[in-house]
């Protein structure tokens, strides 16, 4: 291959990588804004940086997850809406969006020439049980799907520490729950 000519599927390979970036980048802005909320909670305006460093000091997103339902738990009471909303959040990430996530940016991946001379990229599904999850879907659609469930719940979240700011006055303005699914639409 010479540097400046592509090779044959690269266009095919060059989508499937931004997508699974897409992913990535979408997760990482998601979980900045969970950790924003933690710190929210945690300090009600005080000490914020030092509550952020608490979270970041965790290298489990998991565990970061299981921080803020634990304030949110000790904060509001548990008929709140306040805490609703935090379980609700919490709850479709754990089941739906970090699945997603986990399969868009961990399932292994066969980029290979099919006998017709067409390229195709399609997951390794006999060892990898997160391939398992994308057997006899177009990965690519899959792949913009999660990102765009994790876009949700992260306008869902932006508009939560909203409702919850300490600094914010009147009405508290709740968003709207986003649909989530398991599966993109084909």
Known sequence: MIDNQPFHGQAERDAHALAIGKIAMA????????????????????????????????????????????????????????????????????????????????TLLWSFVADD??????????????AKALANTKVLHEYIHYEKQIRKMLSFAVGLQFALSPRRKGKKQWPERPALSKRSSP
């Open 27 to 106: 997760w990482n802005e998601y979980h900045s804004i969970l950790g924003e909320l933690y710190s929210d909670l945690f300090t009600h305006g005080r000490n914020w940086q030092l509550a952020l460093a608490a979270w970041h000091s965790i290298p489990s997103d998991k565990t970061q997850r299981d921080m803020l339902r634990k304030v949110a738990e000790l904060k509001f009471k548990t008929s709140s809406r306040e805490l609703k909303e935090i379980n609700w959040l919490l709850e479709k990430t754990n089941e739906v969006v970090s699945v997603q996530r986990n399969i868009g940016l961990h």
């Open 117 to 130: 001379g067409k390229h195709l990229i399609l997951p390794i599904v006999s060892n990898d049980r997160t």
